[in-house]
């Protein structure tokens, strides 16, 4: 039994996977069936099927942390490292496959916004559906029934099937029921990737209210700075295991040094290019950060290089070779193209075949923090466009550090430049 | 938010590899009512949205189907009834039968149909067949009152064998249940069981003396395994409870004890396949 200030204990938990276990929704019984002949046949040839360690792959491993009642963790890891995986193990979907573990009281999480939500029930409906899968009591539904419709202000159809419902005023209706949980402990998992400015602010700011009356947190986050804002203390997850249990400064520090958010690179293979393409072949294009790493995330404040490695396999006149950002959701920043300049534009007027690489820099104090898509075009303006790929390539920004992060509150909008502003006393009262 | 109830004391609960084959744990399923209850109710609402008829359907079911074996098998085949009214022959055994079909149709498909909440939220998974054959309970509660009709039109009088009904009801439930927990666990590995399922159903229908009388299967040895099939009893008892004739025998015990076979293996075995069921689904 642990301690009763503690509100999480987790002791050497591991999950196991069975590789392709998440594509067995095509598994038939013939499958089975030839499986199950096969194994027979070599056990006959006097092979022993034996079920090796490369037909498993451990998602968590000897995975030991603890957290205080009324403490906000959070869980930092590139995609892959086992976040998802921690959390379904901790909200007991999922059975972990060696361990212990102790949770004391309801575990709510933001990751089940709307779940259950049955779009032919009106919103009225919806709420005592939703309210009872997320584990509350009939009464205290009705007790908190109209703060949750207040809250996501959909008074006006709360009678009207949620069919009908737009995506913002669903989204809202279903945060109101979670938010109105009240879990001794909750989890939030990348739930400001969601939705709009203001939706995203109120999840941060029932966070906060959730951290403030006592209860626990977890939150798992590619936010850096959300994760340095809401959490005291966070554990950098790697391949399923925990490398470090640190004040957030610290973890997060650790976690952006290190590399572990080594992404940042796409490749392209020969069959993932269009024929259409030719002469232009893409190759990789790659995100580095101010040391000259590779990086998924990289901070507002240094300078972002980007380079995109292509070849030519004829001589082609007039190639410009660019790129665009957007948003994740799908709004332009900007585009830049290789020979803007008026230099280079006459420089490289004609390429002749060949491996080139063309490297450009975003200067600091840009971009605001968030994720970003980075697009690649290639084209000879006028004449024809050779390859496009609008999402070839995504990564983060943090903007830790940057110019206004003292005031603990998101900005909205991609760009968050420095500008030179000024204050100037006009006369004295 | 207001100022947390905490509850020092607030439950512990305990994670840890689930291990061997798991028993049941009812307390813990009460704890739960409340998701049954609502489970059941958004099973039954959205099965009539949108539909004029609403909840008449699960009459008008019913009515049709006799309507369609007593042309077939009650004027044109000439199908011994036992003496009864053909048409109320049929009825009372399709009743009962439309229950366990539309149970099994329901909770087979259950697992699969609610996967984005067996992957996302913990509650004990026995809840969403279940209620997947309360659903189909109050349907057939509600079509009870055709039998009442019928009898009505048929100058039957009421007598207390009408009460086996109760028992009788609750075996079919556990009978479907029990089915509906081998099926749907099944089907969120393989999805050749929802394939199946209609033969499955129709097969099962031909083997219940629902369209003949179960005197045309030959007393003896033959009849004890015919029984077997846990409709059998269920469909004997009803049409006796109903409107008399040969009383339930031997048939039903067998049929109770097939049940409560199904229901304990098939207890078993979901709660075994449960531990996978969000990894695989």
Known sequence: ??????????????????????????????????????????????????????DHIWALRDVNFEVKRGQALGIIGRNGAGKSTLLKVLSRVTDPTEGYGELRGRVGSLLEVGTGFHPELTGRENIFLNGAILGMHKKEIEARFDEIVAFSEVEKFIDTPVKRYSSGMYLRLAFAVAAHLEPEILVVDEVLAVGDADFQRKCLGKMGDVANSGRTVLFVSHNMSAILRLTQDSIVLDKGKVLLRAPSSEAVDFYLNRGLSKLGERFWEEDEVPASSAPFRPLAIRILDKAGQISDSVRSVDPIRIEIDYELTEDVTGLRVGCYLFTTRGEPIFTSFDT?????????????????????????????????????????????????????????????????????????????????????????? | MAEADLNPSAQVVTLKP????????????????????????????????????????????????????????????????????????????????????????????????????????????????????????????????????????????????????????LLTVLAALAVGFWLSALNVQYRDVQQMVPFLIQIWMYATPIVYPITTIPEGTFRYIYSLNPMVGVVQGFRWAFFGGSPPDMTLIISSLAVLLLLITGLFFFRHMETTFADVV
């Open chain 1, 1 to 54: 039994m642990m301690d009763s200030d503690l509100s999480i204990l987790v002791r050497g938990i591991g999950k196991r996977y069975k590789i392709g276990a998440t594509q067995q929704r095509t598994d038939t019984l013939r499958d089975l069936i030839t499986a199950q002949a096969e194994r027979i046949g070599s056990t006959l040839r006097g092979k022993r099927h034996q079920s090796n360690d490369a």
């Open chain 1, 340 to 429: 803007d300049s008026e230099e280079l534009f006459k420089e490289y007027t004609a390429r002749p075949k060949g491996i080139y690489t063309s490297r450009c820099i975003i200067p600091p104090d840009i971009l605001n923090e968030g994720r970003f898509l980075l697009g690649i075009n290639a084209s000879s303006y006028g004449i024809r466009r050779y390859f496009q790929d609008d999402q070839a390539l995504s990564f983060s920004v943090d903007a830790s550090g940057a110019p206004g992060t003292h005031w603990p509150e998101p900005r909205p909008g991609p760009v968050r430049p420095v500008l030179d502003w000024e204050i100037e006393q006009r006369g004295s009262a």
């Open chain 2, 18 to 169: 689930a291990k061997g084959w798991l028993g049941i744990n009812l307390k813990e399923l009460w704890h739960y009512r409340e998701l049954i209850y609502f489970l059941t109710w958004r099973d039954i609402k959205v099965r009539y949205k949108q539909a004029v008829l609403g909840i008449a359907w699960s009459v008008l079911q019913p009515v049709l189907t006799t309507a369609i074996t007593t042309v077939v098998f009650g004027i044109l085949l000439k199908v011994n009834s036992d003496g009864l009214p053909y048409p109320v022959f049929a009825l009372s055994a399709l009743l009962p039968w439309h229950l366990f079909q539309l149970s099994l149709q329901k909770s087979s498909v259950s697992l699969v149909g609610n996967s984005n909440l067996l992957t996302k939220v913990y509650f004990p998974r026995v809840i969403i067949p279940l209620s997947s054959v309360l659903a189909a309970l109050v349907d057939f509660v509600i079509s009870l009152i055709l039998l009442f009709i019928t009898m009505a039109i048929y100058k039957i009088p009421l007598t207390w064998n009408i009460l086996w009904v109760i028992p009788l009801t």
